[in-house]
């Protein structure tokens, strides 16, 4: 295919048969957390399990849905955080937060790089940074955790992923503002800026180097490279597991590979 031709964004993809999971009638996020973590109820208490694998997914909704399911599987008290969440004066026009924006109505807002109002955890499980915290200690945007202790202001954790590998870190709660311009006014979150990462949005993985790597597409990649990121993030082709599905949940080989042609017209 030449650039510049009517379908050059979405390209069909066929995957190898070696490198598709096929689902078995049960739940179907059952094969693919079956791939990636094996003897998951043997090994939760090992930091180094969770270290080198993750299941990558294109959106939110679907990373959540993997989180909550595989969270449901592992034995232990469960405890739950919630985000406080007040609105912001704009001083600019002189203006005082409104009673619309109630701390009711900002609990349900998600948005990215902002995590959810709503935080359940236990001993063992995986986590993420979702912003930079002390650059100094590893504490980065997408460096990954395992917790060990959880408090009610203050979670222990050891970092399993970046240059502090094996460290016992501390994350308090803080405060942030949401940057998303289609969110249209400002109100502040106080939350732990972690998330719960047995699975991660594609873009969110960039950087990442892993043995064992589960990619489930239920809907097709949506930007640029994201299939070329996902795929990438696999250290070894015996690592790779993929799970194509169409809308009906049946087992599918071929993706759409969103690839932008035009960019590399002048390289």
Known sequence: MRIGDVIDESIQVEIPDDLLIHSSGDHILTNTHDCIYPSILTNT???????????????????DEINEYVMSLIPGEEKTYLSSDSPIADSTLGTKP??????????TINSSGLPNHKLTLKIGVPLM?????????????????IITKMGMHVLEEKVISGSNVGERV?????????????IP??????????????????????????NHVGIYIPQPVFSHGQL?????????RNGLEILLTNENGD?????????????????
């Open 45 to 63: 208490h090992d930091p180094t399990f969770f270290e080198l694998r993750a299941i990558l997914t294109p959106k939110n909704g679907i990373v």
């Open 251 to 267: 087992d599918i080989n071929t993706t759409t590979n969103v690839v932008y042609k035009k960019i590399f017209q002048n390289m």
């Open 185 to 210: 006014f400002k109100f502040q979150r106080r939350k732990f800026l972690i998330t719960v990462c047995f699975a991660m949005i594609i873009n969110k993985s960039q950087g990442q180097s892993l």
């Open 129 to 145: 940074l979702l912003r930079n915290m002390d650059i100094t200690a590893g504490l980065c945007n997408r460096t990954r955790l």
């Open 170 to 182: 501390y994350i308090p709660r803080l405060s942030l503002t949401p940057s998303d311009t289609r």
């Open 228 to 236: 070329c990121v996902a795929v990438s993030r696999v250290t070894s």
């Open 98 to 107: 409104d009673e619309v924006h109630t701390p009711e109505f900002l609990n």
